[in-house]
C-alpha cells in the first residue's frame, strides 16, 4: 500500500510509458511479417527493435510529469506547505 509514496515513477509515469511502448509492439504485431526457426516457431523480438520503441517512446512523456510525480508523492514538496494541495491531484 506505499507504492505511491515509496514509488513515484510507477504511481504516473511507468504506466503511460509501458502504454506508448505496446502500442508500438501491437502496431508491429498487426503490419509485421514474422520469420521463423528451423523447427517453425516465431523468432523472438530483437534487442534492437524493442530499444527503437523505447527511444521513440520516451520523448513522448511530458517533461513536466517526472518532476510533478515527485511532488505528488510528497518526496520534493517545499518544505513550507505551499504545494501540500499537489499531493491530491492527479
Known sequence: GLTSVLQPLDKCINKPFKNKVRSQYQAWMVNSLFT????????????????????????????????????????????????DEVLWEE
Not at 41 to 49: G, I, Q
Not at 53 to 69: C, G, S, Y
Request: charged residues 25%; aromatic residues 8%; contains cysteine.
Open 36 to 83: 521463423y526457426t528451423p523447427s517453425g516457431e516465431k523468432r523472438v523480438l530483437s534487442k534492437e527493435l524493442v530499444l527503437q520503441w523505447i527511444h521513440k517512446a520516451w520523448p513522448e512523456i511530458p517533461t513536466d510529469l517526472v518532476p510533478n510525480t515527485f511532488k505528488s508523492c510528497g518526496i520534493s514538496n517545499a518544505l513550507d506547505s505551499t504545494e
